[in-house]
């Protein structure tokens, strides 16, 4: 907005708080693609206690440009965790009741190996021959870090948007590994309208002359324009036209008259500037072309034989699929791809669609019925599984501004 001034560099190199899982040679992760990494690292960060039987862990898996911090300050921008108002005493993923697990996924670029990270075979930073990653090595990755914590079988898997793609990748391939699965503001593939707005921001990141074919770091450039059109474009299939409205309407921007130029007359432009300028601070370009392009692969009903309903044929898990009226880049239709095949398999599901104006960002804020149901599938899994339920202690955050930067 007015008044800020873009960052003057990416903070993506500094040291982070938090763990490190580091998978030796000797345990390579194994990739679709049919390349393996090793060594390599994995970063995450735990809420809450792990109890004795090792039975309430809940795996959160981020969206495509979040990462491990999600309930506290970011380490790089300062700002609220992405899934503050979700992860906390009392909050639905109540870590007094919950131990609750989040992993920088690979090709991230928060402490996880990715593209920024140097490659052992050269020296130098692995840009874009760093192996293109899958949404099932993802979670492959993330079973990883289960496996050193010793949980065999998570109490629940829960994500939105591209956690939410991992959550299905999960319950599919490994249901032995959870008892109930959430999937929020998701689909089981990517649209080609999703797969065409990806493009435009990759072919944005690339046209940037700063990009220097991946080898930014190297040449001591960063892509920043071509990065900031990228999130501008995404940020805007991140809200609603009535969320745009009510925030921006046509208002100008710190005038009085039309400019008759190309400076940010509108508030919205101002907006989307800022966001643009500020993503660069904390994200890495070729972790965004790794990112989308996995996105854009996964496709769960092509792995069995193209029925959606034999990925998920035999399965004794809980699912819960949750969509937003307002949501256009996930709609309401997708979930309901997912219920009918959960259902043309006698699984056990329960669906919402959540009445909201937020957009696909509503998973993101403090929706009180999205809130409120969850919490009830969580009590009801509990307590089929014989775990305490507690109680959810009285939450008031206040609705959240859907224009805040989010992390999508």
């Given at each position: 907005?007015?008044?800020?001034?873009?960052?003057?560099?990416?903070?993506?190199?500094?040291?982070?708080?938090?763990?490190?899982?580091?998978?030796?040679?000797?345990?390579?992760?194994?990739?679709?693609?049919?390349?393996?990494?090793?060594?390599?690292?994995?970063?995450?960060?735990?809420?809450?206690?792990?109890?004795?039987?090792?039975?309430?862990?809940?795996?959160?898996?981020?969206?495509?440009?979040?990462?491990?911090?999600?309930?506290?300050?970011?380490?790089?921008?300062?700002?609220?965790?992405?899934?503050?108002?979700?992860?906390?005493?009392?909050?639905?993923?109540?870590?007094?009741?919950?131990?609750?697990?989040?992993?920088?996924?690979?090709?991230?670029?928060?402490?996880?190996?990715?593209?920024?990270?140097?490659?052992?075979?050269?020296?130098?930073?692995?840009?874009?021959?760093?192996?293109?990653?899958?949404?099932?090595?993802?979670?492959?990755?993330?079973?990883?870090?289960?496996?050193?914590?010793?949980?065999?079988?998570?109490?629940?898997?829960?994500?939105?948007?591209?956690?939410?793609?991992?959550?299905?990748?999960?319950?599919?391939?490994?249901?032995?590994?959870?008892?109930?699965?959430?999937?929020?503001?998701?689909?089981?593939?990517?649209?080609?309208?999703?797969?065409?707005?990806?493009?435009?921001?990759?072919?944005?990141?690339?046209?940037?002359?700063?990009?220097?074919?991946?080898?930014?770091?190297?040449?001591?450039?960063?892509?920043?324009?071509?990065?900031?059109?990228?999130?501008?474009?995404?940020h805007v299939t991140y809200l609603s036209e009535p969320?745009?409205?009510?925030?921006?309407?046509?208002?100008?921007?710190?005038?009085?008259?039309?400019?008759?130029?190309?400076?940010?007359?509108?508030?919205?432009?101002?907006?989307?500037?800022?966001?643009?300028?500020?993503?660069?601070?904390?994200?890495?370009?070729?972790?965004?072309?790794?990112?989308?392009?996995?996105?854009?692969?996964?496709?769960?009903?092509?792995?069995?034989?193209?029925?959606?309903?034999?990925?998920?044929?035999?399965?004794?898990?809980?699912?819960?699929?949750?969509?937003?009226?307002?949501?256009?880049?996930?709609?309401?239709?997708?979930?309901?791809?997912?219920?009918?095949?959960?259902?043309?398999?006698?699984?056990?599901?329960?669906?919402?669609?959540?009445?909201?104006?937020?957009?696909?960002?509503?998973?993101?804020?403090?929706?009180?019925?999205?809130?409120?149901?969850?919490?009830?599938?969580?009590?009801?899994?509990?307590?089929?599984?014989?775990?305490?339920?507690?109680?959810?202690?009285?939450?008031?955050?206040?609705?959240?501004?859907?224009?805040?930067?989010?992390?999508?």
């Amino acid at each position: 907005m007015a008044g800020h001034s873009p960052p003057k560099s990416p903070a993506i190199g500094r040291a982070l708080p938090g763990h490190r899982l580091e998978i030796g040679p000797e345990a390579p992760l194994r990739l679709d693609s049919g390349a393996s990494l090793a060594p390599a690292v994995l970063a995450y960060q735990t809420y809450g206690r792990l109890n004795a039987e090792k039975s309430n862990a809940v795996l959160v898996f981020h969206a495509l440009t979040g990462d491990q911090f999600a309930a506290e300050d970011h380490p790089v921008t300062g700002r609220p965790g992405w899934w503050e108002v979700m992860i906390g005493p009392g909050r639905p993923l109540d870590t007094e009741r919950f131990f609750v697990v989040c992993v920088n996924v690979p090709g991230g670029c928060m402490g996880s190996t990715g593209p920024k990270e140097t490659d052992p075979a050269t020296g130098r930073p692995w840009g874009l021959d760093f192996p293109v990653i899958t949404i099932a090595d993802m979670v492959r990755a993330q079973l990883r870090v289960l496996d050193h914590l010793g949980i065999d079988k998570l109490f629940c898997a829960i994500g939105g948007s591209m956690g939410g793609m991992q959550v299905l990748e999960l319950a599919a391939h490994h249901p032995e590994r959870l008892h109930a699965a959430v999937a929020i503001a998701t689909a089981a593939h990517h649209s080609a309208q999703n797969i065409a707005f990806h493009e435009i921001g990759r072919q944005a990141i690339m046209a940037d002359p700063d990009w220097n074919a991946g080898r930014y770091l190297e040449a001591g450039t960063v892509p920043r324009r071509g990065l900031a059109v990228a999130r501008m474009t995404a940020h805007v299939t991140y809200l609603s036209e009535p969320a745009l409205h009510r925030k921006f309407g046509r208002r100008l921007q710190d005038r009085g008259a039309l400019s008759y130029g190309f400076d940010a007359d509108f508030q919205v432009e101002s907006y989307l500037r800022y966001q643009g300028a500020s993503f660069v601070e904390r994200f890495d370009a070729n972790s965004y072309l790794y990112i989308t392009r996995a996105m854009d692969y996964f496709d769960l009903a092509a792995d069995h034989g193209g029925v959606l309903a034999e990925a998920f044929r035999g399965s004794d898990l809980r699912f819960c699929i949750m969509s937003f009226t307002s949501d256009w880049l996930f709609p309401t239709a997708e979930a309901k791809r997912l219920v009918h095949a959960l259902n043309a398999v006698a699984a056990d599901v329960s669906f919402v669609e959540i009445e909201s104006d937020k957009g696909h960002d509503a998973f993101l804020l403090d929706e009180r019925e999205f809130h409120a149901t969850l919490h009830g599938f969580l009590n009801g899994t509990a307590e089929r599984l014989g775990l305490p339920t507690g109680a959810l202690r009285p939450l008031d955050l206040g609705d959240r501004d859907p224009g805040e930067d989010r992390i999508s």
